[in-house]
T-cell receptor, first 116, second 108 residues
Framework: NAGVTQTPKFRVLKTGQSMTLLCAQD?????MYWYRQDPGMGLRLIHY???????AKGEVPDGYNVSRLKKQNFLLGLESAAPSQTSVYFC???????????????FGSGTQLSVL | GIQVEQSPPDLILQEGANSTLRCNFS?????LQWFHQNPWGQLINLFY???GTKQNGRLSATTVATERYSLLYISSSQTTDSGVYFC??????????FGDGTTLTVKP
């Protein structure tokens, strides 16, 4: 059981380049999330998805796009990378509880992205 | 949006000591979770606790939703408890806000 898998683990981009981060989960979770973590700070929500084919903006969505074409995958795209997007990116997933609350989150191991 | 404040920001303990970490939030929440981020960056869910009290070994957590706070208790701390402890709240289906964390250092 792999849980939540993120690829790649490390990436260096030049300003203006594009890339896609892949998150895959094998737990049949409805909810998936993308967060970024800057040094000394907590996680900030970029985008999230409450099910296949749906996405929604989080706290810091500008400069990012997402897609959830399959339930098990959640893609995060940077169309034109900027140095301000240098960060550690975490993907997470959770089930939808009976009371429609997002339950226990499971995190991937993170992607260290540097934009030069 | 909702504000989440964690205290203290930093905590240094001797091995074997007990500690209490606090999370205050500014509005009603549907869900609250505590996480531990180890020195290698891995995030582990400790508790899913929208209300009430839960215990897991040396760790326990209490959330008083009506008073908008949650507490994480660590007893008989060990060096492996070191890392950053985050509180995260959820105000509607899916959307979350994390606090800035408490950095715990346990010295042998």
């Amino acid at each position: 059981n792999a849980g939540v898998t993120q690829t790649p683990k490390f990436r260096v981009l030049k300003t203006g380049q594009s890339m896609t981060l892949l998150c895959a989960q094998d737990m049949n979770h409805e909810y998936m999330y993308w967060y970024r973590q800057d040094p000394g700070m907590g996680l900030r929500l970029i985008h999230y998805s409450v099910g296949e084919g749906t996405t929604a903006k989080g706290e810091v969505p500008d400069g990012y796009n997402v897609s959830r074409l399959k339930k098990q995958n959640f893609l995060l795209g940077l169309e034109s990378a900027a140095p301000s997007q240098t960060s550690v990116y975490f993907c997470a997933s959770s089930i939808l509880g009976k009371d429609l609350r997002s339950e226990k989150l499971f995190f991937g191991s993170g992607t260290q992205l540097s934009v030069l | 949006g909702i504000q989440v404040e964690q205290s203290p920001p930093d905590l240094i303990l001797q091995e074997g000591a007990n500690s209490t970490l606090r999370c205050n939030f500014s509005d009603s929440v549907n869900n609250l979770q505590w996480f531990h981020q180890n020195p290698w960056g891995q995030l582990i869910n400790l508790f899913y606790i929208p209300s009430g009290t839960k215990q897991n070994g040396r760790l326990s957590a209490t959330t008083v939703a009506t008073e908008r706070y949650s507490l994480l208790y660590i007893s008989s701390s060990q060096t492996t408890d070191s890392g950053v402890y985050f509180c995260a709240v959820y105000t509607n289906a899916g959307k979350s806000t994390f606090g800035d964390g408490t950095t715990l250092t346990v010295k042998p």
